[in-house]
């Protein structure tokens, strides 16, 4: 099994930038395509981005697409999200996650398809 945990999240004004971490603990991090999700208040967790196993591929939603960029360093096991032009509708709690599949070919957007979470952080976007 891999632990995830996230860190990053905080209160922004509209248009600032915002990197989130996510760090692993056991099991082989490097074997697991990673994403990112968000869950607003009232609304289903909606998938952010994804990247694969070895960081040579990765893949976004259209509504934060051009805004957002994630990479990895499987020999610091962490995964990141950075976020830039911030919106109030960006305001969510951040997951990351591992896929439930290892060295999966194709990146999945599917939450259902995650086995792994952290417990999330926490980013909010108002002036």
């Known amino acids: 099994q891999v632990q995830l945990v996230e860190s990053g999240g905080g209160l922004v004004l509209p248009g600032s930038s915002l990197r989130l971490s996510c760090a692993a603990s056991d099991g082989p991090f490097s074997s697991y395509n990673m994403g990112w999700f968000r869950q607003a208040p009232g609304k289903e967790r909606e998938f952010v981005a994804g990247i694969n196993w070895s960081g040579g591929a990765t893949y976004y939603a259209v509504s934060v697409k051009g805004r957002v960029a994630i990479s990895r360093d499987n020999a610091k096991r962490t995964v990141d999200l950075q976020m830039y032009d911030l919106k109030p509708e960006d305001t969510a709690v951040y997951y990351c996650?591992?896929?439930?599949?290892?060295?999966?070919?194709?990146?999945?957007?599917?939450?259902?398809?995650?086995?792994?979470w952290g417990q999330g952080t926490q980013v909010t976007v108002s002036s």
């Open positions: 996650a591992a896929d439930s599949e290892q060295y999966r070919t194709l990146l999945v957007s599917s939450y259902g398809l995650y086995a792994y």
